[in-house]
């Protein structure tokens, strides 16, 4: 069962696609990229599955979303989007520094 929620234009050959579907047997929400061109017209794999269980959680992050969030402040150095920096998968553990490489001189003897 697949439900189109709606699409938004990427660029002349490129929409994001809004669907609910089941897939492997469980329902959830894909946001894909579909491409039409010369060569393919479909579904990329560039796009995410929320499952159905992870939905409320997902609604719930995106409706805490307000418009004011997304105007441009001037404070952004491209001018542009602004980018974020997604939260770290390591759960706050010290991230290891690497050690300086040292040359050391070989005498030939």
Same mark, same amino acid.
């Not at 609910?20 to 990229?33: A, C, M, Q, S």
């Given at each position: 069962m697949e439900k189109d929620i709606g699409? &938004? @234009?990427k660029n002349d050959t490129s929409d994001i696609v809004i669907r /609910?579907?089941?897939?492997g047997g469980r329902k959830g929400l @894909?946001?894909?990229?579909f491409v039409t061109s010369e060569r393919y @017209?479909?579904?990329t794999?560039?796009?995410v599955r929320i499952g %159905? %269980?992870?939905f409320p959680k997902f609604k719930e992050m995106i409706n805490s979303i307000t418009e004011a969030d997304l105007k441009d402040d001037g404070t952004s150095s491209s001018g542009g989007e602004s980018s974020s920096v997604a939260p770290s998968k390591d759960k706050g553990k010290p991230k290891k520094e690497k050690e300086p490489? &040292?040359?050391e001189?070989? /005498?030939?003897?």
């Amino acid at each position: 069962m697949e439900k189109d929620i709606g699409k &938004i @234009t990427k660029n002349d050959t490129s929409d994001i696609v809004i669907r /609910i579907d089941d897939f492997g047997g469980r329902k959830g929400l @894909t946001i894909r990229e579909f491409v039409t061109s010369e060569r393919y @017209t479909g579904f990329t794999k560039q796009g995410v599955r929320i499952g %159905a %269980a992870d939905f409320p959680k997902f609604k719930e992050m995106i409706n805490s979303i307000t418009e004011a969030d997304l105007k441009d402040d001037g404070t952004s150095s491209s001018g542009g989007e602004s980018s974020s920096v997604a939260p770290s998968k390591d759960k706050g553990k010290p991230k290891k520094e690497k050690e300086p490489e &040292i040359e050391e001189e070989v /005498i030939d003897y």
